[in-house]
């Protein structure tokens, strides 16, 4: 089993470039998230589902587009992406609510110039 | 609004010695408050998680304390190794909700 799984790794943007970062999983989760980790600011929301079909907004929605199509893959978009989205990504499953683990993919490294 | 709230923000520890990071919160519907580890390039793991129903659980050199009155709850990390180096998060949340408020994490660094 891969369990949580994030394409891809690495990418450059150039300012205004739009981008997807893809986000799988295999374990059969209800709930995706997606954060973003900055140096000193932790682990931020940026949108989640709980379910598919469905996604909602977490502290820091502004310039990302989300869909869960798939029950498997929660995708993360940015439209013109801006340097200030310099960031690591980390895509997150949990099975359901509550006292649940969440289950952290490697993470994407985005640079955008 | 930072939910939970850590200090410090890094540590330096000797091998052995012991790791303590704190961790308080205001939402008094919170029951449910894990720890994660994470080493650089990876991501984020559950380490451990404690409910408010005990005021202490410890899994190996791992413990969580948790105090209600203070809304406070801290990790120990006991015979601090080198291979504990890491960024540790604390977090809460509560039955049916499906969110985790993180803390803002804490570098701990174990020197030989």
């Known amino acids: 089993n891969a369990g949580v799984t994030q394409t891809p790794k690495f990418r450059v943007l150039k300012t205004g470039q739009s981008m997807t970062l893809l986000c799988a999983q295999d374990?059969?989760?209800?709930?995706m998230y997606w954060y973003r980790q900055d140096p000193g600011m932790g682990l931020r929301l940026i949108h989640y589902?709980?379910?598919?079909?469905?996604?909602a907004k977490g502290e820091v929605p502004d310039g990302y587009n989300v869909s869960r199509l798939k029950k498997q893959n929660f995708l993360l978009g940015l439209e013109s992406a801006a340097p200030s989205q310099t960031s690591v990504y980390f895509c997150?499953?949990?099975?359901?609510?509550?006292?649940?683990?969440?289950?952290f993919g490697p993470g994407t490294r985005l640079t955008v110039l | 609004q930072q939910q939970v709230k850590q200090s410090p923000q890094s540590l330096i520890v000797q091998k052995g010695g012991i790791s303590i990071i704190n961790c308080a919160y205001e939402?008094?519907?919170?029951?449910?408050f894990p720890w994660y580890q994470q080493f650089p390039g990876k991501g984020p793991a559950l380490l451990i998680a404690i409910r408010p129903d005990v005021s202490e659980k410890k899994e190996g050199r791992f413990t969580i304390s948790f105090n209600k009155s203070a809304k406070q709850f801290s990790l120990h990390i006991m015979d601090s190794q080198p291979g504990d180096s890491a960024t540790y998060f604390c977090a809460a949340s509560w039955q049916g909700n499906n969110r985790l408020a993180f803390g803002k994490g804490n570098q701990v660094v174990v020197i030989p």
């Open positions: 997150a499953t949990q099975a359901s609510s509550g006292y649940n683990e969440q289950f």
């Open positions: 374990m059969n989760h209800e709930y």
């Open positions: 589902s709980v379910g598919e079909g469905t996604t």
């Open positions: 939402n008094t519907a919170f029951d449910y």
